[in-house]
């Protein structure tokens, strides 16, 4: 069965500083994996997801992630932080065989940004 | 464009009520979900949804109940509420790629 690890539950960085939140996963078969945010008193919306293809994808508001097979990772990153990305954010797996539509959430990493 | 849309947002019960947390969707997605968010938790999958009619279990299924009598609803019910059910409720549908969930803004119950 498919799982993902979250390494940090609380993540705190200085405005304009690198983010990074980590992510790696278990799964038998190659995998779709998945960043998606969740800001204060609201749903999870998508952020970002790798199925197959190019391994650095690009998502909304400058986050970006990079899978890596031989490490079994996808960390989450952006350049620059700014206070509007203080959120909790879950990496997410799916096994990539058709009709299996069914998410593996990890346990959440809240970021805070320090002006 | 209302997306996915929950009710009620927040609801306090005793132990051993019963109520339906409602959810609809207008995307005419085939793919429903519930899940359940509590602290350090992450979010587990009570019950999903691929199309009117057809429902089956989660990770966390005991003590809900669900129905899937047409595209757009997917009624979570709670029979006999315990404390352990005390949590944020998401419901979310899917119909544009497998794992690109749209949720609606969740319902948080607590059990007295």
């Known amino acids: 069965a498919q799982s993902v690890t979250q390494l940090g539950s609380h993540v705190s960085v200085s405005e304009g500083a690198l983010v990074l939140l980590r992510c790696n996963y278990s799964s038998s078969v190659p995998p779709y994996l998945f960043w998606y945010v969740q800001y204060p008193n609201q749903g999870l919306q998508l952020l970002l997801k790798?199925?197959?293809?190019?391994?650095l994808v690009k998502g909304i508001n400058g986050f970006e992630a990079e899978f890596k097979k031989s490490e079994t990772s996808f960390h989450l990153t952006k350049p620059s932080a700014h206070m509007s990305d203080a959120a909790e954010y879950f990496c997410a797996v799916i096994q990539s065989n058709f009709g299996n539509e069914k998410l593996t959430f990890g346990t959440g990493t809240r970021l805070t940004i320090i002006p | 464009n209302a997306g996915v849309t929950q009710t009620p947002k927040f609801r306090i019960l005793k132990i051993g009520q019963s109520m339906t947390l409602q959810c609809t969707q207008d995307m005419n997605h085939n793919y429903m979900y519930w899940y359940r968010q509590d602290p350090g938790m992450g979010l587990k999958l009570i019950y999903y949804?691929?199309?009117?009619?057809?429902?089956d279990k989660g990770e966390v299924p005991n003590g809900y109940n669900v129905s899937r009598s047409t595209t757009e609803d997917f009624p979570l019910r709670l029979e006999l509420a315990a404390p352990s059910q005390t949590s944020v409720y998401f419901c979310?549908?899917?119909?544009?790629?497998?794992?690109?969930?749209?949720f609606g803004e969740g319902s948080r119950l607590t059990v007295l």
């Open positions: 979310a549908s899917s119909g544009q790629g497998p794992g690109e969930l749209f």
């Open positions: 949804s691929v199309g009117a009619g057809i429902t």
């Open positions: 790798y199925t197959t293809g190019a391994t």
